[in-house]
């Protein structure tokens, strides 16, 4: 009897054991994990199955959504991480010269000298046929201030300004937005692999395609500072020194213009004084005419006879 009771315990432990292993086997095999707040809709069609009113994700669909969270942000860089400074460095110099021609092939030479390039030029004619010139030069931020001394030796220096614009922290937000982007299009191609619906492909292409596009205004925003940062720029205005007293003497016919502009000024001028004044004349007038009017209806007095001697 005692023999049938030790047996009986024994299976029972046996099947309480043997529940336990299946319990523990089927936890190991699925895993509980909340879906991230900005898991996509159609990602969760995908990955997700329904257990009553319970939502299962697999272990590795949940570190993706997880990573996307993640890459959403500016970010910045990490502690102790040394940041490049990024200077926009710009000059703009005025300068007199006696060859404004010739200038503007030197300035050509030097810039070539220094690894840079013209950017533009222009020359101009003015009055007394004056010559002026514009030349906009792009050369390496190294050789700034050696091709700025090289830009005042050409002539006679009337003004000189130069400018450092510091876009680091703009730099580096920048690029830590394009290491965002760049984590998230990298995700939702891998979530594409695993679409089977049309409409989660429709969809997910829809995510690329937004993520692509601030890709692209993130990377062309970058090249624009990187040639900023790398190739300064120094504007040369230059004007040839004023003659004195004309370089071929007076001119009749500009003398003959002036007299006829003064000429015309002067009734300009006569006329605005008469117009201003005629209120004036027409009340003095007006007191005049009363005044003669007044004086002819008087009678004429007969002069006094003179008494007679008696």
């Known amino acids: 009897m005692n023999y049938k009771i030790i047996i009986l315990v024994a299976m029972c432990i046996a099947v309480v054991c043997a529940a336990g292993c299946t319990s523990t086997s089927s936890n190991g095999a699925m895993k509980s994990v909340p879906v991230p707040q900005a898991a996509p809709d159609f990602y969760k069609g995908a990955d997700a199955r329904a257990d009553g009113d319970s939502i299962f994700v697999s272990e590795e669909s949940a570190s993706v959504s997880q990573g996307m969270n993640q890459g959403t942000g500016s970010g910045s860089a990490a502690p102790g991480t040394a940041i490049e400074t990024k200077i926009i460095k710009t000059g703009f110099v005025t300068i007199e010269v006696r060859d404004v021609t010739g200038s503007v092939e030197a300035l050509k030479s030097l810039v070539v000298t220094k690894n840079g390039y013209v950017s533009s030029s222009s020359i101009s004619e003015g009055y007394n046929k004056r010559l002026s010139g514009s030349v906009v030069l792009r050369v390496p931020a190294s050789e700034f201030d050696a091709t700025l001394a090289g830009v005042k030796a050409i002539g006679t220096v009337k003004s000189v300004s130069t400018q450092g614009q510091d876009v680091t922290e703009e730099y580096v937000d920048l690029q830590a937005q394009k290491t965002s982007y760049e984590n998230q299009l990298a995700q939702y191609n891998q979530i594409m692999k695993r679409a089977i619906n049309v409409s989660d492909v429709i969809e997910i292409q829809q995510q ?35 003659p004195l007293g004309g370089e071929s003497g007076p001119s009749f016919i500009s003398a003959l213009n002036e007299g006829i502009a003064g000429f015309f000024g002067m009734i300009y001028g006569m006329i605005v004084i008469a117009l201003t004044l005629l209120p004036l004349i027409i009340f003095c007038a007006v007191v005049y005419g009363i005044y003669r009017w007044r004086k002819g209806r008087q009678p004429a007095t007969a002069p006094a006879e003179p008494s007679e001697k008696k």
């Open 208 to 242: 690329i395609d937004r993520v692509q596009t601030k890709l692209n205004q993130l990377e062309g925003r970058l090249r624009y500072l990187n040639s900023r940062i790398d190739l300064s720029t120094i504007t040369v205005s230059l004007q040839e020194p004023e």
